[in-house]
C-alpha cells in the first residue's frame, strides 16, 4: 500500500441553521446550528479504505458529502491532493468530479427509475465527453458482475433485485475511473446474504483500480472486513482514531470500547465484556459542556464536565479523545 496521502481534512465543520422563534431572532438576537460536523480532521491515503464509523445523527454521511463538496462546509479545508476543492470554480469542480464519486445507501433511491440502466451509467461519461460509451458501460458492468453486460443495457431499475440496484450504482461510480469515492453505507439496505460479495468487488475494484475508499457505515462487523483504520465519529467530533486492528483489540475510549461490545460474535460459547451506555445520542443543537460524550460516559470524571477533550495520538497510528485517558 502506498502512503501517500490523497486526502486531507482540516478542521472540518458544517453547521446547519434552525429557524428559531421571531422575537428569540429579533430581540435576543440567538440564532441555534445544528452542529453536524463540529471540526474533524483526518487524511487517506493512496489504495486506503477509511472507515468512518458511528451512530445516526453522528455526521458521518455529512462529511462524506462535503469531501466531495457536494454540500458547502462552514468552515474548514478539504485537499485532494495539494488543491483545497472548498475554493474550486465550477470548471475546477467539473473537473473533480472525474476523480471523486459516490456510492450512495439506498439503491432504491439512487437511480433515476425513467432512465435504463445503459442511459444511466453512460451519463457521466456524456458529461465529460468521452468517447467508447458503449465499450466503456459494458466493461463496467462486467467489473461489478452483472452478466452477460448487454441483458441489462435497456432494463429499467424497476426490473431488479436490490444487489443488482447497488452494482449497477457502483457500476456508475466507478465508470469515470475515479481516484476517490465515498461509499455511504453501501450494503446496510442490502440482505445479509449478499453483503459480503459487494463488500468484495470493492475490494476487487480498489485492488485493480489504486481506488481510495472513504466507508460511511454504523457496522463496525464490515468495517472490519474492509477499513485499513477507522474513526469513530461522535455528535460531529472524531473520538478516536486507529488502525483498524488496534481499535478493535484495544479501543480506548469509552463510546468506541460500546460500539464493539455491541457487535455479534458468532459464537453461543463466546464470552464478550459488556459495556452499556445510557440514553439516546443528545441534540446537535444543544450540545452538552465539556465531552460531548459524558451524560452517556459509564466512567466520566469531574473535569468532563467543563473541559472538551482534544484528539491526541496515545500512540503510533492511535488518538483519542478522552480526558480520562489522556489525563
Given at each position: 500500500m502506498s502512503y501517500e496521502t490523497l486526502v486531507k481534512v482540516q478542521n472540518l465543520q458544517k453547521w446547519f441553521p434552525v429557524r428559531t422563534g421571531l422575537i428569540e431572532e429579533l430581540v435576543f438576537k440567538?440564532?441555534?446550528?445544528?452542529?453536524?460536523?463540529?471540526?474533524?480532521?483526518?487524511?487517506?491515503?493512496?489504495?486506503?479504505?477509511?472507515?468512518?464509523?458511528?451512530?445516526?445523527?453522528?455526521?458521518?454521511?455529512?462529511?462524506?458529502?462535503?469531501?466531495?463538496?457536494?454540500?458547502?462546509?462552514?468552515?474548514?479545508?478539504?485537499?485532494?491532493?495539494?488543491?483545497?476543492?472548498t475554493k474550486f470554480n465550477k470548471k475546477e469542480l467539473k473537473n473533480y468530479r472525474k476523480k471523486a464519486q459516490i456510492i450512495f445507501q439506498n439503491p432504491y433511491e439512487s437511480l433515476d427509475p425513467k432512465m435504463t440502466i445503459f442511459d444511466f451509467i453512460a451519463e457521466p461519461l456524456h458529461v465529460h465527453n468521452i468517447e467508447n460509451v458503449e465499450e466503456r458501460v459494458y466493461e463496467s458492468l462486467k467489473t461489478v458482475e452483472l452478466n452477460p453486460p448487454e441483458e441489462f443495457f435497456m432494463r429499467y431499475p424497476h426490473e431488479l433485485s436490490g444487489g443488482q440496484r447497488q452494482r449497477v450504482a457502483i457500476a456508475r461510480a466507478s465508470v469515470l475511473d475515479p481516484e476517490f469515492i465515498v461509499a455511504d453505507e453501501p450494503v446496510s439496505m442490502l440482505d445479509v446474504s449478499i453483503r459480503s460479495s459487494l463488500l468484495k468487488l470493492m475490494l476487487n475494484i480498489r485492488r485493480d483500480r489504486g481506488i481510495s475508499y472513504l466507508y460511511v457505515t454504523h457496522d463496525l462487523a464490515t468495517a472490519r472486513e474492509v477499513c485499513n483504520r477507522i474513526a469513530v465519529m461522535y455528535l460531529g467530533k472524531i473520538v478516536e482514531e486507529a488502525t483498524t486492528d488496534k481499535l478493535l483489540e484495544n479501543p480506548l475510549h469509552p463510546y468506541s470500547q460500546a460500539l464493539i461490545a455491541a457487535v455479534p460474535v458468532p459464537d453461543p460459547e463466546a464470552r464478550k465484556s459488556r459495556v452499556t451506555i445510557s440514553g439516546e445520542i443528545p441534540s446537535p443543537i444543544d450540545l452538552p459542556s465539556g465531552c460531548r460524550f459524558r451524560p452517556r460516559c459509564p466512567h466520566a470524571i469531574d473535569i468532563c464536565k467543563n473541559v472538551e477533550p482534544e484528539l491526541i495520538s496515545v500512540d503510533d497510528d492511535h488518538k483519542v479523545a478522552c480526558n480520562l485517558v489522556n489525563s
Open positions: 440567538k440564532k441555534k446550528y445544528v452542529k453536524a460536523v463540529d471540526g474533524i480532521t483526518f487524511d487517506i491515503k493512496k489504495r486506503e479504505i477509511f472507515g468512518l464509523v458511528g451512530e445516526s445523527g453522528s455526521g458521518k454521511t455529512t462529511s462524506g458529502r462535503l469531501l466531495l463538496n457536494l454540500i458547502k462546509p462552514t468552515g474548514g479545508k478539504v485537499y485532494f491532493g495539494d488543491q483545497d476543492i
